[in-house]
């Protein structure tokens, strides 16, 4: 599990170092032919891994995930996201997957509800195929902020 986590952690600083330099105006823009724009993607890495680990497994059906309506899948993004919201989003990249991680040290996590990926039709099963699917998933996107960042 940590070994997946190391990756998604590598990808996600990544992630804060190419988009680092953007202005809120360029993390807005939606490049033709695509459908959300970077500032979404970083949202969206962050919304999704927080809900799969702790609503599918049951640990905080509670918890608060800001933002999880607008950056959920199948979501598009709002006409202008604010560069402080944005900036949580950096923020939460890492410390998102250390809380993740610690709780997973602790055994909070042992009960997962399956959740097949929309992408692949990949079913998840256990949070270690979460945690694996993370990083792919992380991947996945950083690849399509790659690509918007040449058409900003």
Not at 93 to 113: M, P, R
Not at 123 to 128: G, K, L, S
Request: proline letters at 3%.
């Amino acid at each position: 599990m940590i070994k997946h986590f190391e990756v998604a952690k590598v990808v996600r600083e990544k992630i804060a170092k190419i988009t680092g330099e953007l202005t809120t105006g360029q993390l807005n823009k939606i490049p033709e032919g695509f459908r959300n724009n970077i500032a979404w993607h970083i949202g969206h890495i962050v919304v999704s891994t927080e809900a799969l680990c702790y609503l599918r497994s049951g640990v905080s059906l509670e918890k608060n995930i800001p933002h999880i309506n607008d950056y959920q899948n199948g979501s598009v993004p709002k006409p202008v996201i604010g560069a402080e919201e944005i900036q949580y989003f950096l923020n939460r990249l890492q410390a998102s997957l250390n809380e993740i991680t610690a709780d997973y040290q602790k055994g909070a996590f042992t009960t997962f509800q399956p959740y097949a990926t929309m992408t692949f039709g990949i079913e998840m099963t256990n949070m270690e195929t979460v945690f694996e699917m993370s990083a792919y998933h992380d991947t996945l996107h950083f690849g399509h902020i790659q690509a918007m960042r040449k058409l900003v």
